[in-house]
């Protein structure tokens, strides 16, 4: 028997991401989130949904680009300290001995120990309610070569180790148990 419960966002597991923003040193800043997503293939589009009131905020309206850093089990303690910890009270980058990098095409810092950065640029903001969506396009993204595979060039997610989140808890992703199709492919 199931029962009805309020109203809530209860759509887990999320990736746990840390979006870096800022255009120059002096105001880069990492927000950790998990109201973050894919919407469209083609054009590649995703989005983050970031609080009003949040120190990366301003920083994001300003300069209308960010940088999705896909985060790892190795990660995780500086993915949730970057979450529970305010930019205006530290230099996240320092504090938690993460390397600022370069992106190829945003003017945000990319995070250099993340196995894949997305870059994007907003399209579009749009107030929802307790948090604002920041609609993007992905004009570019850098993946970690360790992870690539030397035959495919496919990125390797499962060895890559990345971080999920559900309900209040990080979570490694765990085996792999098929893929895309695999229930209606035929046997030869």
């Known amino acids: 028997m199931k029962v009805d419960w309020k109203p809530g966002t209860m759509i887990y597991p999320l990736p746990a991401v840390m979006i870096t923003c800022g255009s120059e040193p002096s105001e880069y800043n990492i927000i950790t989130a998990s109201w973050v997503g894919t919407i469209c293939t ?91 969506m920041f609609i993007a396009d992905v004009v570019n993204v850098q993946a970690d070569d360790q992870y690539l595979d030397p035959v495919t060039g496919a990125f390797d997610m499962q060895r890559a180790g990345l971080l999920a989140y559900s309900h209040g808890k990080y979570y490694g992703l765990g085996e792999m148990i098929g893929k895309f199709g695999w229930s209606v492919k035929k046997k030869k």
Not at 51 to 66: D, H, W
């Open 42 to 132: 083609n054009p590649p589009m995703c989005y983050i949904s970031i609080r009003p009131e949040r120190y990366s905020y301003p920083i994001l309206v300003k300069n209308m680009e960010f940088v999705i850093n896909l985060t790892t089990e190795e990660l995780a303690y500086q993915t949730d300290w970057c979450g529970v910890n305010s930019g205006k009270d530290y230099y996240k980058f320092e504090k938690m001995n993460l390397t600022p990098g370069k992106s190829s095409v945003v003017n945000v810092p990319t995070i250099e120990e993340a196995p894949l950065c997305i870059e994007c640029r907003v399209k579009e903001i749009m107030a929802l309610g307790s948090h604002d």
